[in-house]
């Protein structure tokens, strides 16, 4: 069965620390993986995705991710983070069909 | 290019009652995909529609149903509604088409319509 693992519901780093998040999936067929990005009140927002080709995907805002398929891993990073990243950001899958799986979400607070 | 449209963005309703919520998706996006997204269970998928047909459905009780229409415009209809139903109910439409290689289904998300069940 297809799954998507984000390790942490909750991740606080200060202003200009190294974002890291977490994402493991399971597949039995290639996958093609996302992130989104939900500020409060709003939709989701595409920030990157990986179909195929280079394994170190960037993405909109400096985020980053890069696909690890021996680790069956897609973790998010941001070199440095800024206030504007304070949202809840889900990792995605798609295995073939039209149907995508999402993880159950991080929220990540920055602090000043 | 506008994007995804929902309407209401909100609605307060009774146990008992139905809701019907409606989307809009992005100009020549044939996809369109719900999902009910709640603090505790997170974003589940609700079910997907391409050319008005229902090519994926989640682990939704009956009361959960949906259409789609010859424009790609899509309604849910939630009847006899419950407590449990409170949650946002976001759409999403995406370029997937029918048959052919599968494609990355990257989907772009309206903002969601808050239903609130008293």
């Known amino acids: 069965a297809q799954s998507v693992t984000q390790l942490g519901s909750h991740v606080s780093v200060s202003e200009g620390a190294l974002v890291l998040l977490r994402c493991n999936y399971s597949s039995s067929v290639p996958p093609y993986l996302f992130w989104y990005v939900q500020y409060p009140n709003q939709g989701l927002q595409l920030l990157l995705k990986y179909t195929t080709g280079a394994t170190l995907v960037k993405g909109i805002n400096g985020f980053e991710a890069e696909f690890k398929k021996s680790e069956t891993s897609f973790h998010l990073t941001k070199p440095s983070a800024h206030m504007s990243d304070a949202a809840e950001y889900f990792c995605?899958?798609?295995?073939?069909?039209?149907?995508?799986?999402f993880g159950a979400g991080t929220r990540l607070f920055v602090k000043a | 290019k506008a994007g995804v449209t929902q309407t209401p963005r909100y609605l307060i309703k009774t146990r008992g009652q139905q809701v019907t919520l409606s989307c809009s998706p992005i100009?020549?996006?044939?996809?369109v995909s719900w999902y009910q997204q709640t603090p505790g269970q997170g974003l589940q998928f609700l079910f997907e529609?391409?050319?008005?047909?229902?090519?994926n459905k989640g682990n939704f009780p009956g009361r959960f149903s949906g259409r789609q229409f010859s424009n790609s415009r899509s309604e849910m209809n939630v009847s006899t509604l419950e407590l449990g139903d409170s949650a946002l109910y976001l759409c999403a439409s995406s370029l997937a088409e029918a048959g052919g290689p599968v494609t990355y289904n990257e989907q772009f998300f309206g903002p969601g319509t808050r239903l609130t069940v008293l």
């Open positions: 100009s020549g996006h044939r996809s």
């Open positions: 529609y391409f050319s008005e047909t229902q090519r």
């Open positions: 995605a899958v798609t295995m073939g069909g039209f149907k995508t799986i």
